[in-house]
């Protein structure tokens, strides 16, 4: 039997907290036959909830669910942690500033990427899903300087769900014959979904597609305003479409992307595509054996260019915010 593999879970009992610690402990998140201990970091008023899911956690006697911890010090929740998904995160209320919407964040990832560092165990993988995802992976990534910078990642798994099923409504066709698409630099409005190197039933989508107009006018805006479009119709942000991207995001970074295909992820950059080193950025990936590497060589035309360098561009901007703000 293998040895459970220890998951923290912020913001645990949060709506995509909710969607989400079912799955994990079903099997969903690392594989049907890996047990999980599972760990819940709240604050404080969030501690009573996560026992009320708790409780339901242990009615569904899921036979892989080895144990549960609820604490409100991120040190006992990183302890020994083998995978941590950071949802807790400071939203953002009517009339903050950006300023201090990354303050408030950075007071939250920066101490816990701290804790990762000092407590988690040495094969962390660490998934951020509270936004502005990027920039508080890139906080907590600093404050983890013994931690190996690329196990520190921010979540467009959901965007790039979103663009699958969007393209395949598009072209008639499923999810599943859809390809290599790619979600480039920031969750967050200015992000973009890439189908110029997408494949549709084996034909190249942009051909199959052949109207810039609707990508630049319908495809683009639909995916990067679907978070809105969610709130606006079900009055609540997304939870369980967040959840599962985030459950996909593991699996796939821990189990592999098919042969002939590949995933999106927001990982530190290593310079590739003109993106600036050390940036946490959404890029086309590959994963083996647990690590990833960047799909190298995609030609990137003049209309993937302007977008990419834009959404880039808000990331330094975030990036030097979080920098005067002192918390990277
Ligand atoms: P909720 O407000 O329902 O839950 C957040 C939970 O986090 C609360 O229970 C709160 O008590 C807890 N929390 C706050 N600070 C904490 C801390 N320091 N330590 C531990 N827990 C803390 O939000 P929910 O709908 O679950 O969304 C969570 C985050 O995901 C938000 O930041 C949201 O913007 C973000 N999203 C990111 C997405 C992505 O694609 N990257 C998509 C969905 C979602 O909007």
Redesign the pocket.
Known sequence: TRTPVNVTV?????????ALLFRIASGHLLGSDVPVNLRL???P??LK??EGTAMELDDCAFPLLRGIEIT?D?NVAFAGANVALL?????RTAGMERGDLLSANG??FKP?GKAINDNAADDIKVL????P?NTNALIAQAAAPDVPAERFT??????HNRALSQLAKKTGTTVSDIKRLTIWGN?SATQYPDIFHAEVSGKNAAEVVNDEQWLADTFIPTVAKR?AAIIEARG????A??AN?AIDHVHTWVNGTAAGDWTSMGIVSDGSYGVPAGLISSFPVTTKDGAFEIVQGLDINEFSRARIDASVKELEEERDAVRALGLI
């Open positions: 912020t913001g645990a009992a949060g709506q995509i907290g909710y970091l709240e604050i008023q969030g909830a996560a409100d991120p949802v807790g995160a400071r939203p007071g939250i816990q951020v899903v509270g936004n995802a921010a979540m467009t798994r959901l965007d969750h978070g609540a942000s997304s939870a479409s967040a991207a």
